[in-house]
């Protein structure tokens, strides 16, 4: 929660709006990388703690950019709307996601499910990790958000 509320009053202005996107995305990016390492390397509980709690933080960040993005580019009157339809594939999203990291690490498991190991951990987390850096591969095709409706000074 402070990651949203940090969010929402940093790069407020539409003319800011794309760097601070890329900035939270990629500080977001890195929080994984850094978690994941940090569980794989068995590093003392408190410093997979700090990172998650980055991770969080950065990811709450990123979400308040990314929906003030959208919003800019929604119609006049139509931002409400737009706005609870990406509430509802976010919280569409987590329930795949945590089911589907559940599938993958039963899978992955070495006792058939049964118990989760450290390897079914780090190769799911793996991927998860994997798929977020991926997706900042969309980064540099994004477009300036200044000049679209919405724009707050």
Same mark, same amino acid.
């Given at each position: 929660?402070?990651?949203?509320?940090?969010?929402?009053?940093?790069?407020?202005?539409?003319?800011?709006?794309?760097?601070?996107?890329?900035?939270?995305?990629?500080?977001?990016?890195?929080?994984?990388?850094?978690?994941?390492?940090?569980?794989?390397?068995?590093?003392?509980?408190?410093?997979?703690?700090?990172?998650?709690?980055?991770?969080?933080?950065?990811?709450?960040?990123?979400?308040?950019?990314?929906?003030?993005?959208?919003?800019?580019?929604?119609?006049?009157?139509?931002?409400? !709307?737009? &706005? #609870?339809?990406?509430? *509802?594939?976010?919280? @569409? /999203?987590?329930?795949?996601?945590?089911?589907?990291?559940? +599938?993958?690490?039963?899978?992955?498991?070495?006792?058939?499910?049964?118990?989760?190991?450290?390897?079914?951990?780090? !190769?799911? &987390? #793996?991927?998860?990790? *994997?798929?977020?850096? @991926? /997706?900042?591969?969309?980064?540099?095709?994004?477009?300036? +958000?200044?000049?679209?409706?919405?724009?707050?000074?």
């Amino acid at each position: 929660m402070v990651g949203n509320f940090v969010g929402a009053y940093i790069a407020r202005p539409a003319r800011l709006r794309l760097p601070a996107i890329t900035v939270s995305c990629v500080s977001y990016g890195a929080s994984w990388v850094f978690f994941w390492f940090s569980m794989r390397s068995r590093l003392p509980i408190l410093i997979p703690g700090l990172v998650g709690f980055f991770l969080g933080f950065f990811a709450g960040i990123t979400y308040d950019h990314l929906t003030a993005g959208v919003n800019d580019l929604a119609a006049r009157g139509r931002g409400g !709307s737009l &706005f #609870g339809g990406m509430n *509802l594939f976010t919280f @569409i /999203s987590v329930i795949i996601f945590q089911s589907g990291t559940g +599938f993958l690490m039963q899978r992955f498991s070495s006792s058939g499910g049964a118990e989760i190991d450290l390897a079914a951990f780090n !190769s799911t &987390f #793996g991927i998860v990790t *994997l798929l977020v850096i @991926i /997706s900042l591969v969309a980064l540099p095709f994004l477009k300036s +958000f200044s000049g679209q409706g919405g724009e707050v000074l």
